[in-house]
């Protein structure tokens, strides 16, 4: 019997719709790696973390990233005897960037962690595997065993796929001072937090367009659309992205049920429009037929279940477990999205001056698709904050805002983020202190207009009385956006320190 359930974050940070939380709860899933280590409870190891969690549980210790986290690396070290050995496999690592990496050090403990004379390490990234002297090319460097042997003044590296044949990287006779006081060392170096920085340079422009064929009259906007996919190149980044036919999977596979294990086995997880008639919890459950995407991200043989994740019949993000025998080939549409967590080897930095421009794109309703137009069709509709005369002034508009819920959350969720933005900026000195206070109240007062308007709006989809307080909601929710973001804007426009 074989189970497999990939890591998942069950309440990521952004969840208006389907292309954006399912991509998040990918991306923002907590877990970095398992690392493994010999005989850790026979040793008195001392450890050390900068924004990680760590759990040790017999020879693993498991670690797990921190919301909010500025930077991770973490470390562990215990004296080295005169006669030693370390054996130590790092798996299931969230691969960063081209900066992450695990390190193996022997050398006076002041100095064990940098790349000086009188030490020996040996580290490994996606690349390949460094040591002082020369990198290493090796099939598989980065899931294998790590044996680190010392005797005497002789210090040998070697690997092996299952601790049983061993191949050695290198040994140096002289490579440490048998009279030296010598420590050993474990480092895993995770890196910024690339997707925060990213987080905080999108999700600012919004488009709104009321005759939307898939009902999603007001979303964000980072890149056009492009067939099915509504979150296209949005997280190209941190995702790598594939779209199949569910007619030409069966046809290589010969069966779905194949093909989503296949897919889960390799690290995929897969959306799939399944029929919710058929899932409990559901709005739709043995009520009406309704495809809507879910992701798989689990399975488990022993009891025929797949670990799912969707919107329940109160529009809350939840996992939940389903039957084997619920997904056929009749149940499912025929458009299918498999997501696999590549990180881009290329560092992601923030950049301050894109803030900038989408600010003011937002600010004055310019329309964002035009940029991309050598690429892509632009986007007919409106938007930024010329969205509010849609939603107040216009009678579809007004009729949107009322009664569907989703807009007003969209609205809510928007001014959050830009409030988490507002607060980072400020933090790394992007704004001047002259401005900060002003800008924080300003900001408190919209994402407060912005609370009070999504709950009238859920209120008011249950009972139907509240249509012109939702309306007014709006109208004030619009002039407090209008004040903050022409302070923000100006405030963006001048020398901050930090730029």
Same mark, same amino acid.
Request: net charge negative; with cysteine; glycine share 4%.
């Given at each position: 019997m074989d189970i497999k359930i990939l890591p998942i974050n069950e309440k990521p940070s952004i969840i208006s719709y389907v292309h954006h939380s399912y991509a998040g709860a990918i991306i923002e899933n907590d877990k970095i790696a398992t690392l493994y280590v010999e005989n850790l409870s026979d040793e008195d190891w001392l450890y050390q973390e900068t924004d990680i969690q760590y759990v040790i549980d017999k020879e693993t210790i498991m670690l797990k990233d921190q919301r909010g986290r500025k930077s991770t690396s973490f470390y562990m070290k215990r004296r080295c005897r005169i006669k030693?050995? /370390?054996?130590?496999?790092?798996?299931?690592?969230? *691969?960063? $960037?081209?900066?992450?990496?695990?390190? /193996?050090?022997?050398?006076?403990?002041?100095?064990? *962690?940098? $790349?000086k004379e009188g030490n020996l390490f040996i580290k490994w990234n996606q690349y390949n595997i460094t040591t002082k002297d020369a990198q290493l090319?090796?099939?598989g460097h980065f899931c294998l065993y790590y044996k680190l042997t010392r005797l005497q003044n002789t210090v040998q590296v070697s690997v092996s796929k299952d601790k049983k044949d061993w191949s050695v990287l290198f040994s140096q006779e002289d490579a440490v001072n048998n009279s030296q006081d010598l420590f050993l060392y474990v480092q895993i170096y995770y890196g910024r937090n690339q997707y925060d920085e990213w987080k905080k340079m999108n999700y600012i422009q919004l488009f709104y367009n009321e005759s939307d064929l898939n009902s999603v009259y007001l979303d964000y906007f980072m890149f056009p659309r492009k067939g099915f996919d509504a979150s296209y190149q949005y997280m190209c980044h941190f995702l790598d992205t594939e779209y199949m036919a569910l007619s030409e999977c069966l046809e290589c596979y010969g069966d779905i049920h194949q093909f989503i294990k296949h897919s889960i086995r390799t690290n995929y997880y897969v959306n799939i429009s399944l029929d919710e008639f058929y899932i409990p919890e559901?709005?739709?459950y043995c009520s009406y037929h309704y495809n809507h995407y879910n992701l798989f991200y689990g399975y488990d043989d022993e009891n025929e279940e797949y670990h799912i994740l969707g919107y329940n019949e109160n529009g809350k993000l939840i996992t939940r477990r389903i039957p084997y025998q619920i997904v056929t080939p009749q149940s499912c549409g025929n458009n299918i999205v498999r997501y696999k967590y590549q990180a881009n080897a290329c560092e992601y930095s923030l950049n301050v001056s894109y803030i900038v421009q989408c600010v003011k794109e937002y600010f004055y309703g310019m329309d964002s698709s035009i940029k991309y137009a050598g690429m892509l069709s632009s986007r007919k509709g409106t938007y930024g904050i010329k969205v509010f005369d849609k939603l107040c002034f216009t009678e579809r508009g007004r009729k949107l805002i009322a009664r569907d819920r989703r807009i007003s959350f969209v609205l809510y969720e928007h001014c959050q983020l830009m409030q988490e933005r507002l607060r980072y900026l400020i933090d790394m000195g992007f704004i001047s202190a002259v401005e900060r206070e002003a800008l924080l109240e300003k900001c408190e007062k919209m994402v407060q207009d912005s609370v009070i308007l999504k709950n009238v709006a859920v209120k008011n989809q249950?009972?139907?009385?509240?249509?012109?307080?939702?309306?007014?909601?709006?109208e004030a929710l619009y002039k407090s956006e209008r004040e903050f973001y022409d302070t923000f804007l100006k405030a963006l426009q001048q020398e901050p320190e930090g730029r």
């Open positions: 030693d050995e /370390l054996i130590v496999r790092i798996h299931d690592i969230k *691969l960063l $960037d081209a900066l992450s990496f695990v390190r /193996l050090a022997i050398g006076m403990d002041s100095e064990c *962690l940098e $790349d090319l090796y099939d559901r709005r739709a249950l009972v139907h009385k509240y249509d012109y307080d939702v309306i007014g909601l709006t």
